[in-house]
């Protein structure tokens, strides 16, 4: 009888709220094996504002996915972003003795001393992400234990969330039947599904357009080194359409996909719409017209990302190689043309990559954070195990990897009577460079164990 090792994203985005289960192959590869999204109900730029709308909402989309799976979600990876979240980057030191080797308790002090700065006492720390280490000034060092030293630094990235719209979170998880294992910065989630092998050996922007919140992370060879949430998202955009047309929210949504470009040069030429204002009046508008409309805010958006990066960490296209977009905002065509003006980098237009199974469905930007949700899960050595509809049992879940400081280790879980699964793809290889992607994510957490 066949085991599957499960693990499952939850993203509750502002516009939908997506469930992704990912089943754990033998070979180490991940299948998505199971998808559903319900339109988001209850939250306002990340944070739930209706505790009773989110959890029936997360229900309906934890169900759909769990149809499709044929397994019973049990335990889930939460995504979190928005203004109640806030980022520092911390500096430890550690003293080696002379003579010694570096061991994992001199890394663990080195990472204390930097979390060991004044935090809000209403904030929980998410995630406290080391980058690479330095020995005696020597920069770059991915795995400082067992060198030679007399002093040890690293840079930790420290991600907190406000207690408060925490503690709502968790509740409507738990309304809805389910256990948070870990919440999950979005930028992180995003980059974790996104990235390329290249792109995880330089410094990237990434930035994850949603609806009402834009997530940046910029990762130094793999690892988060900034983060931050900017509180405007796509559909402002569709706000502004609206609102300048005098259209129904609905109405514009469909017009900014179907005609709407980041750049007006790249707007269909000669095409001319009739749209029916509120009032019942026809107007005559053109593609290039709409797409000034569009241009401002998107262009707003990328000048928000940059100030903070360039405040941050300095001029973006010093510090950074290429840009990553990814998120439903970045499908509007022209975004990532426009992006590549601002930041006068390379640009790419990002989806969920590495996986195998229902890659139709989940290879789109806007399911970034999902599956690097799961993905995160993976990493964390949290998978659950269940089993086929005829031998339903509990399991202790053997620990695939330690997880990171943050997470709690032991989880059981009950298969309950799953459907049957449907088709599935056939499992795609994820091998990159004679690594599995599982392996991959692994090494990008092995200095957080
Ligand atoms: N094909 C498309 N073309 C243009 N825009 C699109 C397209 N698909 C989605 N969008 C836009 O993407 C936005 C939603 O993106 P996404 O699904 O990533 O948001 P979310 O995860 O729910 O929100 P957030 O990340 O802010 O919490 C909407 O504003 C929508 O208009
Ligand atoms: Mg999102």
Known sequence: ?????????????????????????????????????????GIKRGAVVNLERTTHAIKTSVAAAERVAGVKASEVFVGVSGTHVKAITSHGL???????????????????????????????????????????????????????????????????????????????????????RGFVLQALASGLSTLDATEQDSTVVLIDIGGATTDVGVFKRGNLAHSASIPIGADHVT???????????????????????????????????????????????????????????????????????????????????????TGGGSLLKGTPELSRDRFRLPVRLARPRGIGGLTDIVSSPTHATAVGLALFGVGAGSAVITRRPDMPRVEVVPEVVAPPVDIPVATVAVADSPAPREAREPRKNPSEGGKSWLERIREMFRDWL
Do not use: W
Request: charged residues 25%.
């Open 94 to 180: 550690a003293a080696i003795r002379r003579q010694q080797e570096i061991s994992r308790p001199d890394v663990d002090r080195a990472i204390e001393n930097a979390r060991a700065v004044p935090l809000d006492p209403n904030y929980e720390v998410l995630h406290a992400l080391p980058q690479e280490y330095v020995i005696d000034g020597q920069e770059g060092i991915k795995n400082p234990v067992g060198m030679h030293g007399v002093r040890l630094e690293v840079d930790v990235h420290i991600v907190s969330a406000s207690s408060g719209p925490l503690a709502n979170l968790r509740r409507c998880v738990t309304e809805a039947g389910l256990t948070s």
């Open 239 to 325: 706000q502004d359409i609206a609102q300048i047309l005098k259209i129904p929210f609905e109405e514009a949504e469909r017009v900014k996909r179907k005609y709407g470009a980041a750049l007006p040069e790249l707007a269909e030429p000669d095409l001319t719409l009739e749209i029916m204002s509120g009032s019942g009046t026809m107007q005559a508008v053109s593609a290039f017209d709409l797409s000034r409309l569009i241009k401002p805010r998107l262009a707003e958006i990328f000048n928000l990302v940059r100030d903070e990066i360039d405040g941050a960490l300095g001029p973006v296209e010093l510090i950074a190689s290429s840009v990553v977009l």
């Open 1 to 41: 009888m066949k085991d599957n090792l499960i693990i499952v994203g939850l993203d509750i985005g502002t516009t939908k709220i997506t469930t992704v289960i990912g089943e754990i192959g033998a070979d180490g590869a991940v299948d998505i094996i199971g998808e559903g999204t319900a339109p988001a109900e």
